[in-house]
């Protein structure tokens, strides 16, 4: 029964997807999950349309169910599922919901060319933190300033991004956007210094629109500390997380 | 009657050939002279020729031409005609052009190929197919011309101040350009229309020649409009206020020309490959006898052939690409990969595997052709689970798009498990591998219908499976190890070695393959023609797929300059400078798309058409 395998197949595929969100109480995004399913059930067919032999015995019971006239029981049935079943998913998709609609955020959004901010104007391409020479011509004074860059972290940043690292401050949970953890490959492992600078100095006002609609509750740290500060602040948060900055040689 | 037309035309023929000698000698004497300009535009320097407002009296002394900034437009330097969307019509117009003018840069290099096969087998079926390919590119030629023509003029009608600061500095390549656009014409002309007349013996060299110099003009063709394009994106030879420095080679040699020039070369391939590769399925569907029917087929699997064989090397081409892109600018690196055209390389992803996927179902289709496919049909299952499930990484967005609930459940953007997908080394490794399994796919499909007869086959076969199973866990702790547990640095590095070991498989695989089938056993003759018709709609969907992925990434190409004109140099300030959203892209793409394959298919009819005659019963 190839249409049997074809559907079985199709119900282990889709709890593949599923079943390692709800195991983790992190839910793999349903739109994910869509995308998904639509080439894993191309792919079943494709495999199974492949040899004349295949398509013709999953067909076979397609077209029987069509044109053998001894079933027309199963006919007239299935002819009032499948329009029943396109109506409900139909239903499903448009009825009003409380939730708000999907928002295509961009967490790290393009950084301008220059910002202007300590009264200068920056050059974001060409900038460089001044204390990155020292990791390797005066590791003592390299530690020293990471541990600077400690201090202004737990005076100003753990609330929100977490004593760990983690994002997961102790003020953090009430927000939206939550604050981003540094622990990880997905955040300041994948940004140059330059771009953290400019995060931290322009805060979520800062951000551009294809961050919107929700500025971020990052502060505009240009406000309160200095630009040396913020970059110790940057050698700590790579140094306690073992990431090392984005570059290109 | 018949000798005067006869040597008329070989008259013509002596006439185009003496016009491409003249131009090759031309070029290397192009360093030598100033061509003087009397349009105003640009401003030659020297003897004081040309126009001379922008010739400061200092400049004209040193013997040096001293260019002015860019400028600095306001909207009202934009001239608007009622009723038509400036930058759509530019838009669809360019687009349009780039299409074609990939298809017919495209042909002739795999004509040119199959005519050298087919003249060093002796066997008279290449031949024929090669010409078929060059007559379908022969129609789209003109259309390519047209659109070109099209284009140059609405961008001076639309966008003047603009074209006229690209004048300013790439003012002599467009006389260049001009030329070899003729020297193409020439060139393609005398190899289409030379086809029969020059069949054998030195004369079919002379005809391969030609065939060779096709390409060289036609590549250098493109080189040139690379050469804007990328100066648009990555601009070198002028100053930070755009005031140009005399040199264009610098500009022409600017950052990203040389990573374009090798995508787009590629890409130009597969995607001839592909548009044939329709025109064969088109023709196998419309066939009524079983000899146009095999034809076809054959000439379909040829196609599909250059399709995926240029398909293979894209994805590095691409990352290439890519890098270099960041390399100049983090700013327009993430506005690529990070930013909101960020869902756009998931639809490209998810473009690009639909390219795979119809590539693989062709091959496996095709071993309906042999009687000894049934050997090998049970390993489909694995394969396709295997492209499958790479394919499935390759396109796992970084940033999820989440529903507010879904949000709330995982507290981030990111998810533990579907993040490391996100990134770069999972990607590198899924394409890696769904390369190779492509490759299998056609390995076995070669096989399907032979047994090989030298008493190493087993121990071959052994070697084989040998150098995927270690290629394979080599890429798999490359992406895994270095992409995970160290930075950055190691991790674009280590995309390196994965693509020597892929690179590898494939040519071991093959270099075995030869010889352990050398002399190998036929299981029966190859049925050709012998095809379900929908492996042929498998090959309409690599052409419209392709096309579209085309649209796409030419869209985005253009869109990552954002507000500019000339990157940081010269600023859009037309109404139309913001970045459209990505349906409103994705709307014009698909209506180009629409256009372009209506014109393709009207070319088929044509060339449908030049084949029959009215007989006088059917009047
Ligand atoms: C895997 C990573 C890839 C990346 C990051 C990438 C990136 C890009 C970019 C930025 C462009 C715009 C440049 C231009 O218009 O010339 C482009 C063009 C293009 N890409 Fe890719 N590409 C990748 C792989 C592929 C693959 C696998 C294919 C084919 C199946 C492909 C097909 C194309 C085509 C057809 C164009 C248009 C070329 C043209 O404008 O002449 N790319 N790609």
Redesign the interface.
């Known amino acids: 029964m190839r249409l049997l395998q074809f559907v079985i197949w199709v119900i282990i595929s889709y709890l593949f997807f599923k079943l390692?969100g709800i195991l983790?109480?992190?839910?793999?995004?349903?739109?994910?999950i869509l995308?998904?399913m639509f080439?894993?059930v191309?792919?079943?067919l494709?495999?199974m349309?492949?040899?004349?032999k295949s398509?013709r015995e999953l067909l076979a019971p397609i077209k029987s169910m069509l044109e053998d006239p001894s079933k027309k029981l199963i006919r007239n049935v299935v002819f009032v599922i499948v329009p029943i079943v396109a109506g409900v998913i139909t239903y499903e998709q448009i009825k009003p919901t409380y939730?708000?609609p999907?928002e295509?955020?961009?967490?790290?959004?393009?950084?301008?060319?220059t910002i202007k901010i300590y009264g200068k104007t920056y050059d974001?391409?060409a900038l460089e933190n001044p204390y990155r020479k020292y990791e390797k011509e005066d590791p003592e004074k390299f530690k020293e300033l990471v541990r600077e860059g400690g201090e202004v972290y737990f005076k100003h940043c753990f609330y929100c991004h977490g004593d760990k690292l983690d994002?997961?401050g102790h003020y953090g949970?009430g927000f939206?956007?939550?604050p981003?953890?540094f622990q990880?490959?997905?955040?300041i492992?994948?940004l140059?210094e330059?771009?953290v600078f400019w995060r931290i100095a322009t805060g979520g006002p800062g951000l551009p629109k294809?961050s919107t609609p929700w500025l971020s509750a990052m502060p505009i740290w240009e406000d309160f500390i200095t630009e040396e500060e913020i970059w110790k602040v940057i050698l700590f948060i790579y140094d306690y997380t073992g990431?090392?900055?984005?570059?290109?040689? | 009657m018949q000798p005067i037309l006869r040597s008329k035309r070989a008259l013509l023929l002596l006439a185009l050939t003496g016009l491409v000698v003249l131009f090759m000698l031309m070029v290397p004497a192009g360093d030598g002279y100033v061509l003087h300009r009397t349009d105003g535009l640009v401003y030659a320097g020297g003897g004081g020729g040309g126009g001379s407002e922008a010739v400061s009296s200092e400049g004209a002394e040193a013997g040096k031409v001293e260019y002015p900034p860019a400028p600095k437009l306001k909207e009202s330097d934009y001239p608007t005609i009622s009723g038509i969307n400036s930058r759509v019509f530019v838009w669809l117009v360019a687009q349009l052009h780039l299409w074609f003018a990939a298809f017919v840069l495209a042909v002739p290099i795999f004509v040119f190929i199959i005519e050298a096969i087919g003249m060093a087998t002796k066997d008279e079926r290449y031949d024929k197919m090669a010409y078929e390919f060059i007559k379908v590119s022969i129609t789209a030629y003109s259309i390519t011309a047209i659109f070109g023509g099209l284009l140059a003029i609405s961008l001076m009608v639309f966008y003047p101040d603009f074209m006229k600061y690209l004048t300013l500095i790439f003012g002599d390549s467009f006389i260049w350009y001009a030329l070899i656009f003729f020297a193409e014409s020439a060139c393609l002309y005398i190899y289409y229309y030379g086809w029969n007349a020059m069949k054998h013996g030195f004369r079919k060299w002379m005809h391969l020649t030609i065939g060779f110099l096709l390409n060289g003009v036609g590549t250098t063709l493109m080189l040139f409009a690379n050469a804007w394009v990328t100066f648009m994106m990555s601009p070198e030879g002028v100053d930070a206020s755009g005031v140009f420095g005399g040199n264009m080679w610098e500009a022409i040699h600017n950052h990203l020309w040389n990573p374009i020039n090798l995508h787009r070369f590629i890409a130009n391939v597969a995607y001839g490959g592909s548009v044939v590769g329709a025109y064969a399925a088109y023709k196998f569907l419309s066939a009524t006898t079983e000899e146009e029917k095999a034809h076809y087929d054959w000439m379909g699997y040829t196609a599909n052939f250059i399709a995926i064989a240029a398909l293979l090397p894209l994805p590095f081409a691409g990352y290439w690409l890519t890098?270099e892109i960041?390399?100049y600018?983090?700013?327009?690196g993430?506005?690529l990969m990070?930013?909101?055209f960020?869902?756009l390389f998931i639809v490209q992803a998810?473009l690009i595997?639909a390219l795979f996927?119809s590539a693989?179902?062709y091959l496996?289709?095709g071993?309906?052709r042999s009687e000894g496919a049934y050997r090998y049909?049970p390993y489909?299952?694995y394969i396709?689970?295997v492209?499958?499930v790479c394919?499935?990484v390759w396109?796992?967005?970084?940033?999820?798009?989440?529903?507010?609930?879904?949000?709330k459940?995982?507290?981030?953007?990111?998810?533990?498990?579907?993040?490391?997908l996100?990134?770069m080394p999972a990607k590198n490794t899924a394409v890696n591998i769904m390369i190779i399994f492509t490759f299998l796919s056609f390995l076995l499909y070669r096989r399907a219908n032979k047994i090989p007869t030298v008493s190493w086959a087993s121990f071959g076969n052994g070697v084989q499976i040998g150098i995927f199973t270690a290629a394979m866990v080599n890429i798999m702790i490359l992406g895994v190890y270095y992409g995970?547990f160290t930075?950055?640095?190691y991790k674009?590095a280590s995309s390196v070695p994965q693509v020597v070991a892929t690179l590898m498989v494939i040519v071991a695989g093959v270099v075995i393959d030869v010889f352990m089938y050398r002399g190998a056993k036929e299981v029966g003759p190859l049925k050709w023609g012998k095809m379900?018709e929908?492996s042929q709609y498998a090959l309409f969907l690599l052409a419209v797929s392709f096309t579209w992925l085309m649209g796409l990434m030419g869209f985005i190409r253009s869109a990552i300059r954002q507000h500019w004109h000339v990157y940081?140099v010269m600023r859009d300030n037309s109404v139309d400078a913001f970045t459209p959203t990505?349906g409103y892209a994705a709307k014009v793409v698909s209506v180009g798309t629409i256009i372009f394959m209506a014109i393709v298919i009207f070319i088929f009819w044509l060339s449908h058409l030049s084949g029959k005659k009215q007989t006088e019963y059917q009047r």
């Open positions: 390692p983790m109480g992190k839910p793999i995004p349903s739109s994910l995308m998904y080439f894993a191309v792919m079943i494709l495999v349309t492949s040899t004349e398509t939730e708000a999907v295509l955020r961009s967490t790290h959004p393009a950084p301008p060319s974001l391409l994002g997961k949970q939206n956007p939550l981003l953890p990880g490959k997905d955040t492992a994948q140059q330059s771009y294809e990431n090392v900055p984005r570059s290109w040689e | 890098a960041y390399a600018s983090q700013q327009m993430i506005t990070g930013g909101v960020a869902w998810v595997g996927l693989n179902y496996w289709c071993m309906e049909t489909i299952k396709g689970f492209i499958v394919f499935l396109f796992t967005p970084h940033t999820m798009i989440l529903t507010p609930s879904e949000l459940a995982l507290g981030g953007q990111y998810h533990p498990i579907l993040g490391p996100g990134i995970y930075n950055t640095v674009v379900p929908r940081t990505i």
